[in-house]
């Protein structure tokens, strides 16, 4: 592997980060600054202006820290999909702007297969049932055949979204995660539906079943405990029938739901029942960053891929849809 440094942009949705690390995987800088709300959910063109306001203090924060400037950067790598399209391309212009004015080579990346790839880079897994939990996604994957196959997913809204809209059904504003998460720990149960088909989930009902129980004058405390158990309890199902299924042993949780610690907790008790190693990310590094961003463009540029200044984004391009060169 050719030796590099690489600036990496990451920009889909709620966080704008850049980061500077090698291709050995030194992380020299990660820097971040998030969009959020008091009320509501992510509104896209709002999101979409908070990155291009900070986005030159980011880059310049992260080419400090790790004390290079723009000579010492070999490749520019950025977040060209999936996402939300103004954030894409709030994102894409920075990138394409920074490399026409530094004579730099440019790489687009996915941000959901940068997810994946990463998950090797910070934990000890090797060929992992991949669980890519963000807002957006809810996937269940493996690497066969230099594809990430999906073996189950949600058919309707990702497993942080969901949380999010719940979140936002019970005034808790947004990102609602870690409110839940605290707000379970005094909950108790109350019943919701359960609906997993096949190897796939949809979570939009129970989240509107859980918002009118909460109109109903039900606890937010027991709503929220009821929510978590009942949604990480059908992604576990669903990833314990992916072990079965392809006979791996390993399973590694990705993603910004990973820094839920019931989720890691039901996970890993699953998978030590079926004799199966569980990592998940470090809590750092579960959710949308820059440092993932860098490493895949790497991989992408030592395997022979540059992209054009003229390059665009692909704001639905899935997981499965892109070819896996470097492995």
């Known amino acids: 592997m050719k030796e590099l440094i690489c600036l990496g942009i990451e920009g889909t949705a709620h966080t704008f980060g850049a980061s500077i690390i090698t291709s050995k995987g030194d992380i020299l800088s990660d820097v971040r600054d998030m969009y959020t709300t008091k009320k509501g959910g992510i509104i896209p063109q709002d999101a979409a202006?908070?990155?291009?306001?900070?986005?030159?203090?980011?880059?310049?924060?992260?080419?400090?820290?790790?004390?290079k400037n723009f000579d010492d950067i070999n490749l520019i790598s950025f977040s060209r999909a999936p996402g939300l399209a103004p954030c894409l391309l709030a994102t894409k212009d920075v990138a394409i702007r920074l490399a026409k004015e530094h004579k730099k080579d440019l790489i687009g990346v996915n941000?959901?297969?940068?997810?994946?790839?990463?998950?090797?880079?910070?934990?000890?897994?090797?060929?992992?049932?991949?669980?890519?939990?963000?807002?957006?996604?809810?996937?269940?994957?493996?690497?066969?055949?230099?594809?990430?196959?999906?073996?189950?997913?949600?058919?309707?809204?990702?497993?942080?979204?969901?949380?999010?809209?719940?979140?936002?059904?019970?005034?808790?504003?947004?990102?609602?995660?870690?409110?839940?998460?605290?707000?379970?720990?005094?909950?108790?149960?109350?019943?919701?539906?359960?609906?997993?088909?096949?190897?796939?989930?949809?979570?939009?009902?129970?989240?509107?079943?859980?918002?009118?129980?909460?109109?109903?004058?039900?606890?937010?405390?027991?709503?929220?405990?009821?929510?978590?158990?009942?949604?990480?309890?059908?992604?576990?199902?669903?990833?314990?029938?992916?072990?079965?299924?392809?006979?791996?042993?390993?399973?590694?949780?990705?993603?910004?739901?990973?820094?839920?610690?019931?989720?890691v907790e039901m996970l890993n008790i699953m998978c030590k029942e079926r004799g199966a190693k569980f990592y998940n990310v470090p809590l750092r590094y579960s959710g949308d960053q820059a440092v993932m961003i860098a490493w895949q463009g790497i991989l992408e540029y030592n395997s022979g891929k540059k992209d054009s200044l003229n390059i665009d984004i692909d704001d639905s391009q899935r997981t499965d849809q892109v070819e896996v060169i470097w492995n």
């Not at 202006?49 to 004390?67: C, F, G, Q, T, Y």
């Not at 059904?169 to 998460?181: C, D, H, M, Q, R």
């Not at 909460?214 to 072990?243: G, I, N, P």
């Open 111 to 263: 941000h959901a297969i940068a997810h994946l790839t990463s998950g090797l880079l910070f934990t000890e897994a090797k060929d992992p049932i991949y669980i890519y939990v963000s807002g957006a996604n809810t996937q269940i994957l493996a690497l066969i055949d230099k594809r990430f196959r999906i073996l189950g997913e949600t058919l309707d809204i990702g497993l942080g979204n969901a949380l999010d809209k719940f979140g936002r059904g019970i005034e808790l504003g947004f990102p609602a995660g870690p409110k839940i998460e605290e707000l379970a720990k005094d909950g108790e149960y109350v019943e919701l539906p359960y609906t997993v088909k096949g190897m796939d989930l949809t979570f939009s009902g129970i989240v509107t079943e859980a918002t009118n129980k909460f109109r109903k004058d039900y606890k937010k405390e027991d709503l929220c405990f009821s929510v978590q158990e009942t949604l990480f309890s059908m992604l576990t199902e669903v990833v314990e029938r992916a072990l079965a299924f392809t006979e791996k042993k390993e399973a590694l949780l990705i993603g910004g739901v990973a820094a839920n610690k019931r989720l």
């Open 49 to 67: 202006k908070h990155h291009k306001e900070i986005s030159n203090s980011v880059i310049e924060k992260s080419l400090k820290e790790a004390n």
